[in-house]
């Protein structure tokens, strides 16, 4: 009788080690998951020599930089033409360098939307993402790396513009949010 309990006592652990292995198992694919590691998406970003590959060091938030210097000429939540902004237009000086306010990838490249003209979204970390729009040139293309500071566009009078400007849009979770409350 003794050894029957042993034995139905030595089942039920092999079973809760079972378990509790499955969702070990379980919680690490979903932590690479969500962090975009099993994807391999953060490769070209390793920077430490003895990270594991596909790995990147983890960062809180993104630190957001301005794409240009140049006066708010409508801020967020501003009216343009009727509408309230989801962003802000910058007005800048044409030709002037457009840069990726944190590093990320392009998943858009337009040249047609209306009342936008020359549009970028760059995806960031953390669910946040870039649009910089109303451009005279594109410099990125889907797909491409883009790195804090780098040069993606030139600022036009393209889309509504009646004078040189950058349509700028920071979004969470496809929430639009105030640039100015969150860009340093």
Same mark, same amino acid.
């Given at each position: 009788?003794?050894?029957?309990?042993?034995?139905?006592?030595?089942?039920?652990?092999?079973?809760?080690?079972?378990?509790?292995?499955?969702?070990?198992?379980?919680?690490?694919?979903?932590?690479?998951?969500?962090?975009?590691?099993?994807?391999?998406?953060?490769?070209?970003?390793?920077?430490?020599?003895?990270?594991?590959?596909?790995? *990147?060091?983890?960062?809180?938030?993104?630190?957001?930089?301005?794409?240009?210097?140049?006066?708010?000429?409508?801020?967020?939540?501003?009216?343009?033409?009727?509408?309230?902004? *989801?962003?802000?237009?910058?007005?800048?000086?044409?030709?002037?360098?457009?840069?990726?306010?944190?590093?990320?990838?392009?998943?858009?490249?337009?040249?047609?939307?209306?009342?936008?003209?020359?549009?970028?979204?760059?995806?960031?970390?953390?669910?946040?993402?870039?649009?910089?729009?109303?451009?005279?040139?594109?410099?990125?293309?889907?797909?491409?790396?883009?790195?804090?500071?780098?040069?993606?566009?030139?600022?036009?009078?393209?889309?509504?513009?009646?004078?040189?400007?950058?349509?700028?849009?920071?979004?969470?979770?496809?929430?639009?949010?105030?640039?100015? *409350?969150?860009?340093?």
């Amino acid at each position: 009788m003794w050894s029957k309990k042993i034995e139905i006592q030595d089942q039920t652990m092999n079973s809760v080690r079972i378990v509790k292995r499955f969702f070990f198992i379980y919680e690490i694919f979903f932590i690479f998951f969500l962090t975009g590691c099993a994807s391999g998406r953060y490769d070209n970003f390793a920077s430490d020599s003895m990270a594991m590959p596909g790995l *990147k060091p983890f960062r809180a938030e993104p630190n957001f930089d301005w794409p240009l210097n140049g006066k708010v000429a409508y801020a967020f939540g501003a009216k343009e033409e009727g509408v309230a902004l *989801k962003g802000m237009v910058i007005q800048g000086v044409e030709g002037q360098e457009v840069r990726a306010a944190e590093t990320g990838q392009v998943v858009f490249t337009d040249f047609g939307l209306r009342g936008y003209g020359k549009t970028i979204i760059i995806d960031h970390e953390q669910g946040y993402s870039t649009v910089y729009a109303r451009n005279a040139q594109v410099l990125v293309r889907n797909g491409d790396w883009v790195r804090k500071g780098q040069m993606i566009a030139r600022v036009g009078q393209d889309g509504k513009g009646s004078f040189p400007q950058v349509y700028f849009e920071l979004r969470h979770h496809s929430r639009p949010l105030d640039p100015q *409350k969150i860009v340093g």
